[in-house]
């Protein structure tokens, strides 16, 4: 499935709730509960000593995905677009890899232009 057809197919398993507001605060709601459901799949692996469930590790990543992926819907955001501007973005703050320094150090600015252009 590419991400064409997984946003059509999302799109029809989504609930409408009777206004734009309404439906965007859901999936804003649900992308956080359920990445609480992902943090709770780390949790009792890292506290109680569980094998971690890669099972439910990704059930949980992709029930994020499915409401970020409604949201864009939503708000018109262009997915593929939006992936190379957080690349951009991040390219901007690591121009070679990742950098401690860097990541407390960011020039906002130069990322804002990036994120409007
Ligand atoms: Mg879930």
Avoid at 11 to 32: E, V
Avoid at 47 to 67: M, Q, R, T
Avoid at 68 to 83: T, W
Wanted: overall charge negative; some cysteine; aromatic content about 10%.
């Amino acid at each position: 499935m590419n991400i064409k057809e997984y946003i059509r197919e999302s799109s029809n398993t989504c609930p409408d709730l009777g206004s734009d507001f309404s439906n965007q605060l859901h999936m804003a709601i649900g992308a956080s509960t359920e990445s609480n459901e992902l943090l709770d799949a780390y949790k009792k692996a890292f506290a109680y000593g569980k094998e971690l469930d890669k099972i439910n590790v990704s059930e949980e990543i992709f029930d994020c995905f499915w409401y970020l992926v409604n949201l864009c819907r939503m708000l018109n955001i262009d997915i593929e677009k939006g992936m190379q501007t957080n690349i951009d973005k991040l390219k901007t703050r690591y121009p070679n890899k990742f950098d401690t320094d860097r990541a407390i150090n960011r020039d906002l600015n130069k990322e804002r232009t990036i994120l409007e252009s």
